[in-house]
């Protein structure tokens, strides 16, 4: 049961767009549209800002946006501000036997 | 409002035990899967089980499976954690957080409860 691949952080500047990649397999991200990504302030819990790949809950600004292709999912965040500033991990249905959630390694986005 | 509020979590020695407990309030508990999701200090997110909403079915990650058991009772609206035979990798931040569309979108997430496994 391992976990999503993300990279280990990226960074720019206010008002700039950065994306976020999480890879994983045929069996998780490209079984199944149940992705789901998550900021993470430090001392804080999660806050989901995209599920089903692309659907933001009410709430969320459009300035997040998710897509998906093959086996790998994507995160944009777009006019970069600084509180943007967080730990974001995706999520995805693994439909194994049984099946499970598998979150990805975590990406640190900072504003420079 | 809608709120998830955890407690039992604390220091514990290896091979102890300690059940956690999520208590609900401000949407029909009954309704939805819930779920534990854990984070050990400096590490990423993992989640570790889930549990139907009429508490028939649940499923856990390969790490816990035979130490950890999901329950509910719905008409007290909370949600458990038995943990046994506990190990120093079982150290975490344990969060019980609302699967909102029952496909893992976890909208609702508590504040955390804090299990320290240590001798």
């Known amino acids: 049961q391992s976990a999503l691949t993300q990279a280990r952080s990226v960074s720019g500047s206010p008002g700039q767009s950065v994306s976020i990649s999480c890879t994983g397999t045929?069996?998780?991200?490209?079984?199944?549209?149940?992705v789901s990504w998550y900021q993470q302030h430090p001392g804080k819990a999660p806050k989901v800002l995209i599920y089903?790949?692309?659907k933001r809950p009410s709430g969320v600004p459009d300035r997040f946006s998710g897509s998906k292709s093959g086996n790998t999912a994507s995160l944009t965040i777009s006019g970069l501000q600084a509180d943007d500033e967080a730990d974001y991990y995706c999520?995805?249905?693994?439909?194994?036997?049984?099946?499970?959630?598998?979150f990805g390694t975590g990406t640190k986005v900072t504003v420079l | 409002e809608v709120q998830l509020v955890e407690s039992g979590g604390g220091l514990v020695q290896p091979g102890g035990s300690l059940r956690l407990s999520c208590a609900a309030s401000?949407?029909?508990?009954?309704?939805?899967?819930m779920n534990w999701v854990r984070q050990a200090p400096g590490k990423g997110l993992e989640w570790v089980a889930n549990?139907?909403?009429?508490?028939?079915?649940?499923y856990d990650v390969d790490s816990v499976r035979g130490r950890f058991t999901i329950s509910r009772d719905n008409a007290k609206n909370s949600l458990y954690l038995q943990m046994n035979s506990l190990r120093a990798d079982d150290t975490a931040v344990y969060y019980c957080?609302?699967?909102?569309?029952?496909?893992?979108?976890?909208?609702?997430w508590g504040q955390g409860t804090v299990v320290t496994v240590s001798s």
């Open positions: 957080a609302r699967d909102g569309r029952a496909t893992g979108v976890f909208d609702i």
């Open positions: 045929s069996s998780d991200v490209g079984g199944y549209n149940y």
């Open positions: 089903d790949v692309s």
């Open positions: 401000g949407f029909t508990f009954s309704s939805y899967w």
């Open positions: 549990i139907r909403q009429d508490g028939g079915q649940t």
């Open positions: 999520c995805s249905y693994v439909g194994s036997n049984p099946p499970f959630y598998g």
